[in-house]
């Protein structure tokens, strides 16, 4: 009702009442009251809740029925119906880890206990979802002995617990960053030291010694030991330019038989004595768009790196399509790795064997390599049977202009 009293306009809410006191003697009763600050309040705070994810809710605990703001369904995405929901059919929305806690919450609540801390819990949404949310509560009916309304609110948490998630990750990466940082140091002085000091030891011998034969094996060890420093710089400088981005690659038409070819006339020649390197039969019409320089060098890394680990045998490699994806691999009969080595080969600078020749980024470069050109990397293996790496490419065929 709208009503005016000396020009002052206010809002009112009441009721008519037929009243009869004598006979043949009716009079209407006419009750209202000023409902203007009650009003403002209930829009005020209606306002606000539609700019959050705030949903008022209360529960008749005689009736056993949860009466929740309209939102709350829309948000979830389910039903509203009437806007309320039994016991029961709140239960069923509650991840079935965290329905303990909430029902005993209300429980203790129900029962007259006072409840300060808000309850966590996730919610099934109606797009088969999982979404956190926080609710808080109080209860009318103080000073009777069993409350008989539970009033309160829940807010949706989830975006809060992405943020708690990312900062967790942030933080653990920035701690495992700085364990890495140590390690990568302590590793580069060790690697760069090693061959630094034969370098400078023989360096002295060979000016030292006046035996043709001998000063000729000195300076192979002095040759040797500058091409390992030499790559071990080199592997340093491509791997922290490829992870940078600083390094781009030349995206074309490649066709992958006459590449894998010119691999393996690269590298017979320093195939171990015994063992024989084999390009197994592949298609030889798939053309992909991926960089060749980098698939070569994948494949060579793979390569060189069984080299180190076959005596005997032979080391095969080749490829085949699987649907959209080349699958690569590289295998040998060499020694294998160890079950407690192979999930971090692609580590830096972890080596299958510390005593090999190496210095253990290689295939961390190769990782990064197949990573940045849309592909995986792994590997298999078993002691004194041997090693395969498999890594995959997008098959993505480019027609062939010739």
């Known amino acids: 009702i709208y009503g005016t009293i000396n020009t002052i306009s206010f809002l009112a809410k009441g009721?008519?009442?037929?009243?009869?006191?004598?006979k043949n003697s009716n009079y209407i009763l006419f009750t209202f009251r000023n409902v203007v600050t009650?009003?403002?309040?209930?829009?005020?705070?209606?306002?606000?809740?539609?700019?959050?994810?705030?949903?008022?809710?209360?529960?008749?605990?005689?009736?056993?029925?949860?009466?929740?703001?309209?939102?709350?369904?829309?948000?979830?995405?389910?039903?509203?119906?009437?806007?309320?929901?039994?016991?029961?059919?709140?239960?069923?929305?509650?991840?079935?880890?965290?329905?303990?806690?909430?029902?005993?919450?209300?429980?203790?609540?129900?029962?007259g206990n006072f409840i300060e801390d808000p309850v966590s819990y996730r919610l099934h949404r109606g797009d088969g979802k999982w979404?956190?949310?926080?609710?808080?509560?109080?209860?009318?009916?103080?000073?009777t002995r069993i409350p008989f309304r539970l009033v309160g609110v829940c807010m949706s948490t989830q975006e809060h617990k992405k943020i708690e998630e990312e900062l967790i990750i942030a933080r653990d990466k920035a701690q495992q960053s700085d364990k890495l940082k140590s390690v990568f140091l302590a590793n580069m002085s060790h690697e760069i030291r090693t061959p630094l000091n034969a370098i400078v030891g023989f360096s002295h011998l060979i000016a030292e010694s006046e035996n043709k034969e001998e000063r000729k094996t000195f300076y192979?060890?002095?040759?040797?030991?500058?091409?390992?420093?030499l790559q071990l710089i080199n592997e340093i400088l491509d791997l922290s330019?490829?992870?940078?981005?600083?390094?781009?690659?030349?995206?074309?038409?490649?066709?992958?038989?006459?590449?894998?070819?010119?691999?393996?006339?690269?590298?017979?020649?320093?195939?171990?004595?015994?063992?024989?390197?084999?390009?197994?039969?592949?298609?030889?019409?798939?053309?992909?768009?991926?960089?060749?320089?980098?698939?070569f060098q994948v494949i060579s890394n793979l390569i060189g790196n069984a080299f180190k680990f076959t005596t005997k045998g032979s080391i095969s490699y080749g490829y085949h399509r699987e649907g959209e994806t080349i699958v690569f691999h590289v295998?040998?009969?060499g020694t294998g790795i160890a079950p407690e080595k192979i999930?971090?080969?692609?580590?830096?600078?972890?080596?299958?064997?510390?005593?090999?020749?190496?210095?253990?980024?290689g295939l961390a470069i190769c990782k990064t390599i197949i990573e940045r050109l849309g592909g995986k990397i792994s590997v298999t293996s078993e002691l004194e049977k041997g090693t395969t790496f498999i890594f995959t490419l997008p098959a993505k065929i480019t027609q062939d202009e010739d």
């Open 241 to 295: 330019k490829i992870e940078a981005g600083i390094v781009e690659f030349s995206i074309a038409a490649v066709r992958l038989h006459p590449l894998c070819k010119e691999i393996h006339d690269a590298h017979v020649f320093r195939c171990p004595s015994g063992v024989e390197l084999i390009f197994d039969p592949s298609d030889e019409d798939i053309l992909i768009d991926s960089d060749k320089n980098r698939i």
């Open 15 to 22: 009721y008519f009442k037929n009243v009869t006191v004598e």
């Open 220 to 229: 192979e060890i002095v040759e040797a030991n500058n091409e390992r420093l």
């Open 38 to 111: 009650e009003l403002t309040q209930e829009y005020v705070l209606n306002m606000a809740l539609r700019r959050t994810k705030i949903f008022p809710w209360s529960y008749d605990t005689k009736c056993n029925l949860m009466t929740i703001d309209p939102r709350y369904f829309e948000h979830l995405g389910i039903p509203a119906g009437d806007c309320t929901l039994t016991n029961e059919q709140f239960a069923q929305l509650v991840h079935p880890d965290d329905i303990a806690g909430v029902l005993k919450a209300l429980t203790l609540q129900a029962q």
């Open 331 to 333: 295998t040998d009969t």
């Open 131 to 143: 979404e956190w949310f926080e609710a808080q509560s109080t209860y009318l009916g103080q000073g």
């Open 343 to 361: 999930g971090k080969v692609f580590e830096r600078f972890v080596k299958a064997n510390n005593f090999a020749q190496g210095t253990g980024l």
